[in-house]
């Protein structure tokens, strides 16, 4: 009985590690997969009811990557048409885009961004417009005017290469490998011993 204590505790030992790298790799996978960033604040607010509106700003929780048509804001009105009246300007955290809005009524905004860690992310919101009597009523547009940079966009998506392995997939991986080291261990250091090995100690 005696003989068997050392390898049982080597055993335990080893399941505690291997238990304490399989969470690890998963809880710094968890954390690389959630490090998107966000959007932070929205001018005009979503569901928010506004007299007037020169521009629609959307603040994120981290400065964004400058890809050529990645960050786009559009506004549509309740007549499904466009009110953006130029493209989409970014600086830092901030994506700014110039409108003039039409009649009254719910505006949807629909936004994209790349996110400072080169992954895209996405949203839409709505607000609700109530112009002031005399308010000058823009006619809105078919199309958004940077249409050609989103459809350009659109068309370097689909043939870009896959994008690289999230953390959460990394942090498996690399969970899954030093599992299976340490099993090997195990396997080694438990295994009976041949009676040539023990009558050569």
Request: hydrophobic letters at 45%.
């Amino acid at each position: 009985m005696r003989a068997l204590t050392a390898p049982r505790r080597r055993v335990g030992v080893l399941s505690l590690i291997v238990a304490a790298a399989a969470v690890g790799a998963a809880f710094g996978g968890a954390q690389a997969a959630s490090a998107h960033d966000s959007l932070v604040s929205a001018t005009p607010a979503a569901d928010a009811t506004v007299s007037t509106a020169s521009d629609v700003e959307l603040t994120f929780s981290a400065n964004l990557l400058g890809a050529d048509g990645g960050n786009e804001v559009i506004v549509v009105g309740p007549d499904a048409r466009h009110y953006e009246t130029d493209c989409t300007a970014l600086a830092g955290p901030v994506l700014t885009t110039p409108v003039e809005l039409g009649a009254a009524g719910e505006y949807q905004v629909t936004w994209r961004a790349v996110s400072s860690d080169g992954h895209p992310v996405s949203g839409t919101y709505a607000f609700t417009y109530a112009p002031d009597a005399g308010q000058p009523v823009s006619e809105g547009s078919e199309t958004s005017p940077c249409a050609s940079v989103a459809a350009q966009q659109d068309s370097t998506d689909a043939t870009a290469p896959a994008p690289a392995p999230s953390g959460l997939v990394i942090g498996l991986s690399v969970g899954g490998l030093a599992i299976i080291v340490v099993g090997v261990v195990v396997v080694l250091l438990v295994r009976p011993r041949r009676k040539g090995d023990a009558d050569d100690e």
